[in-house]
């Protein structure tokens, strides 16, 4: 089965900290997604990459960034946090075109204080 | 560009009524239509899709939508429910045709079951 695994579970940071998201996926999945969950809002996506050392910005890409320096990893840096930032961040993977399912990671819910 | 609304926020059923969970779209073209669940502590799981063809699409755990391009809407039916549906339901748009496109979600509705 596909695993999609995010580096931690639960993050506390303090404003203006850089801060690093990683995701590990073990199926050489083409096309990697960071969404940010808040309620009320659904999932809203940052950042995708369909290949590495490739990105595209999503709907709310400000004040983030991406890595994707080998084809199983898709990190998201935030370059100084703000309080804002708090949320659930889900990573999410996908072997090819839109046919195909998202397999999502468990999740990191980050704090910023 | 295509967005997704889900007019309920929250619902509460009665285990063994029936479900049907709104979704509305908006798309110039026939999208690509999902229903994903996100159950308490656990990650997302796709429940079932839609691309073209017969408009009622049968997914897992029983449930089932239809896409009427009319209404633009993609609702999730369920005859009986279950007490551990309840969840975290969210539909989802994509457009285009090519491994570069994005899946749009809407803001979910979260299911209560009563025993």
């Known amino acids: 089965d596909v695993k999609v695994t995010q580096s931690s579970r639960y993050l506390v940071k303090r404003t203006g900290e850089k801060v690093f998201l990683e995701c590990v996926q073990d199926?050489?999945?083409?096309?990697m997604f960071w969404y940010r969950q808040d309620p009320g809002l659904g999932l809203r996506l940052i950042y995708f990459?369909?290949?590495?050392?490739?990105?595209e910005k999503g709907d709310i890409p400000e004040g983030y960034s991406v890595s994707r320096e080998k084809k199983e990893r898709f990190s998201l840096i935030l370059e100084s946090a703000s309080t804002n930032q708090t949320s659930m961040y889900l990573c999410?993977?996908?072997?090819?075109?839109?046919?195909?399912?998202?397999?999502f990671g468990s999740g990191t819910q980050l704090s910023v204080l | 560009a295509q967005s997704v609304t889900q007019p309920d926020i929250h619902i509460t059923v009665s285990e063994g009524a029936s479900l049907e969970l709104r979704c509305n779209y908006s798309?110039?073209?026939?999208?690509?239509l999902f229903w994903y669940v996100q159950s308490p502590g656990q990650g997302l799981q796709l429940l079932l899709k839609?691309?073209?063809?017969?408009?009622l699409v049968q997914g897992i755990k029983g449930f089932e939508a239809e896409f009427k391009r009319s209404q633009s809407s993609f609702n999730l039916r369920k005859p009986s429910v279950h007490w551990s549906d309840a969840a975290e339901y969210f539909c989802?748009?994509?457009?285009?045709?090519?491994?570069?496109?994005?899946?749009?979600f809407g803001p979910g509705t979260s299911l209560s079951v009563i025993p």
């Open positions: 999410a993977s996908r072997p090819g075109t839109l046919r195909e399912k998202l397999f």
């Open positions: 990459s369909y290949d590495v050392k490739m990105k």
């Open positions: 199926m050489d999945h083409e096309n």
């Open positions: 798309y110039g073209a026939t999208p690509y």
């Open positions: 839609y691309f073209s063809g017969d408009t």
């Open positions: 989802a748009v994509g457009a285009g045709r090519t491994s570069y496109d994005k899946v749009i």
